[in-house]
């Protein structure tokens, strides 16, 4: 495994001393990075934790005089067969006092009783099965559950007119989570789900081509597809152009991770139409994303690939942890009290207001219903449709198997 060490932010761990007036004196906070850097879903990782840099890089002053040490490493596999050895090293070895990243959901899952051990708070900026934060009281989610923007897009969907829908899914805990969702949410609206279709493992990208004709041979109104962003993105709409689904009259529908940012300029005219519910886009308007965006391309080039959900969670994820060590002043040493602190958060970044819901340490953020055109300058964006304000998890409001538990 590869370690990465953000140098400028590096000192050693002190512990916590206090001067003659009794203010605490400077802490360098040591924070573990678990995201796929290699591999078919490395672009994921590399999306947020440019995005992790960047707020570093920008509000280091915010916490002075304390600092951060950020500890890197390879998550690994989205079966998350690693990560539980590279969340241990993390923590016993180079005693990281906070946990971030977690790309995969079964990476988070593996670790939660490990960190329930530690005592270590996970601050997840992806992960998105639902019921992961009641895993362990030492989670908080940054990100979103797959909850958040699937069970809205199914009331939506059959508003726009999908009567019946297939449903086509990665194969692992948070498609299955994120289909459910989206199935409850649509036959609750009138809709009617007709086929079920997984798409094999998250490891590899796979042809989509037999499964789609499985699709488009049975007519359905829509097809709602979860992929895990990145490759699978595009091999997806790539499959989805070559069949000619949208003319056989199949619409492509969805959650974000389908048109992710950094993909979307070469999916071409077949994404043209697709609808999706996400919590950011970088055609997203408010002043935070437009300072974000400038940000973003100063740093990394005006020709870099453009922040997408996951990079603006990660922010958002950097922005509560810094707020915390604020909070605390420095003194993070206590899992529990760090957790505490979490609950209730808020603030405003590239995706508009967020919060952490203090009874369930989840998200709280808007779903915007993003449609894909072709913008006046020629290059692929999106417009909104619809906004639902300050959603919650909603497979925990109706405590939904694991979610109620």
């Keep these: 495994m590869r370690t990465f060490r953000c140098l400028g932010f590096a000192a050693l761990a002190l512990p916590l001393a206090f001067t003659l007036d009794g ?61 539980k050895a590279v969340g241990t090293e993390l923590m016993v070895n180079d005693k990281v006092q906070i946990l971030t990243g977690l790309m995969f959901s079964p990476s988070a899952i593996v670790l939660a009783p490990v960190v329930t051990q530690a005592k270590v708070p996970m601050v997840i900026a992806n992960a998105g099965t639902a019921w992961i934060t009641n895993l362990s009281p ?77 699709i488009k041979d049975a007519h359905p109104d829509c097809m709602y597809v979860f992929v895990p962003g990145g490759a699978h993105a595009s091999g997806m709409m790539k499959a989805y152009g070559e069949l ?28 043209i139409g697709t609808i999706v519910m996400g919590h950011y886009s970088a055609d997203l308007v408010n002043a935070q994303n437009t300072a974000f965006l400038k940000a973003w391309f100063e740093t990394y080039g005006k020709d870099a690939d453009p922040p997408d959900s996951q990079s603006a969670a990660g922010w958002d994820s950097m922005h509560a942890i810094f707020d915390t060590i604020k909070k605390l002043n420095g003194d993070v040493s206590d899992g529990a009290k760090v957790i505490e602190a979490m609950k209730g958060w808020s603030g405003v970044g590239p995706r508009g207001s967020v919060s952490i819901d203090p009874e369930t340490r989840d998200i709280v953020e808007d779903e915007h219903a993003f449609e894909v055109i072709r913008k006046p300058d020629g290059r692929l964006g999106v417009k909104v449709l619809a906004t639902t304000k300050q959603v919650k998890d909603e497979c925990k409001v109706l405590k939904i198997g694991r979610c109620g538990s």
């Design 23 to 83: 203010s605490a004196q400077a802490e360098t906070i040591k924070i573990g990075v678990m995201l796929p850097f290699s591999g078919a879903n490395a672009d994921l990782g590399h999306q947020v934790d440019k995005a992790f840099d960047l707020y570093i890089k920008l509000h280091a002053k915010d916490i002075a005089p304390h600092k951060v040490e950020i500890i890197k490493r390879d998550e690994g596999s989205p079966t998350g067969a690693s990560a």
């Design 138 to 214: 030492y989670i908080v989610r940054l990100s979103h559950s797959m909850w958040h923007p699937a069970y809205p897009m199914g009331p939506f969907a059959f508003k726009s007119g999908c009567k019946t829908s297939a449903v086509a899914y990665t194969d692992f805990p948070p498609g299955k989570d994120s289909v459910e969702a989206f199935q409850m949410g649509f036959e609750k609206a009138g809709g009617k789900v007709t086929l079920s279709v997984p798409l094999g493992s998250p490891v590899q990208v796979p042809d989509f081509t037999p499964y789609f004709q499985r």
């Design 244 to 271: 000619g689904m949208r003319k056989a009259g199949v619409k492509l529908i969805g959650t974000a991770d389908i048109i992710p940012d950094n993909k979307l300029q070469d999916m071409g005219d077949a994404a």
